[in-house]
Structure formats: C-alpha cells, structure tokens
Nanobody, 119 residues
C-alpha cells in the first residue's frame, strides 16, 4: 500500500545534528499519520515523533525541544531534524506510516537507518 525509504543516518558526535528523511510512495493519499520510531540494542521499539494528517505533532518526552518532525507534502517526504544529540539517542530509526485503504487499516515501515552518537 505505502512504501517508505529512509535516508540520512550516520555517525555524529554528542551535541551534533542529523536530519533523517523518509520518502513515501504508493497509496500516499491513504496516510493518516507519519512518524519515526527507534530501537536501541536490547530495547523495545519506541515512538519518537509523529505528525498527523492535520499537522498535529507528538513527541516522546526524551526528545522534546531537541527533535523536530516535519513534512513536505509535495515531495511525500517526512523529516526528523535531530539536534543536541546524546549518546542515548543511538538506535536504528524507522519511518512509519499509518492509514486506511478500502476500509482496512495498515501500518507500513521503512527498512531502518542507523544513528550512532559517539565521541
């Protein structure tokens, strides 16, 4: 239904910045929410930030004031700007899209991109 391709991960020092991008294709008009999740080694996947169709944003407390989720509707792309990165932000970051197609809800995930914060 919806395919997601992420880019922008990498290695950065503490205090640095990275911007993740996620391009959506397929049934993009069926998307109700886009977001980013992350999974650190040995931990469960957790929500980082979401943006709803109407534009409302939601963040996990640990990234508030440091991360910003945004979207470019014309490019069908969602971004995650990450500033003041900490070592605990190290994880694989996954792009997420949720919506409904023909009355059936769906969840789509990207392949994941590694973010490593280390000196």
């Amino acid at each position: 239904q919806v395919q997601l391709v992420e880019s922008g991960g990498g290695l950065v020092q503490p205090g640095g910045s990275l911007r993740l991008s996620c391009a959506a294709s397929g049934s993009i008009f069926s998307i109700n929410a886009l977001g980013w999740y992350r999974q650190a080694p040995g931990k469960q996947r957790e929500l980082v930030a979401t943006i709803a169709r109407a534009g409302r944003r939601n963040y996990v407390d640990s990234v508030k004031g440091r991360f910003t989720i945004s979207r470019d509707i014309a490019k069908s792309t969602v971004y995650l700007q990450m500033n003041s990165l900490k070592t605990e932000d190290t994880a694989v970051y996954y792009c997420y899209a949720g919506g409904v197609v023909a009355g059936t809800p769906f969840d789509s995930w990207g392949q994941g991109t590694q973010v490593t914060v280390s000196s």
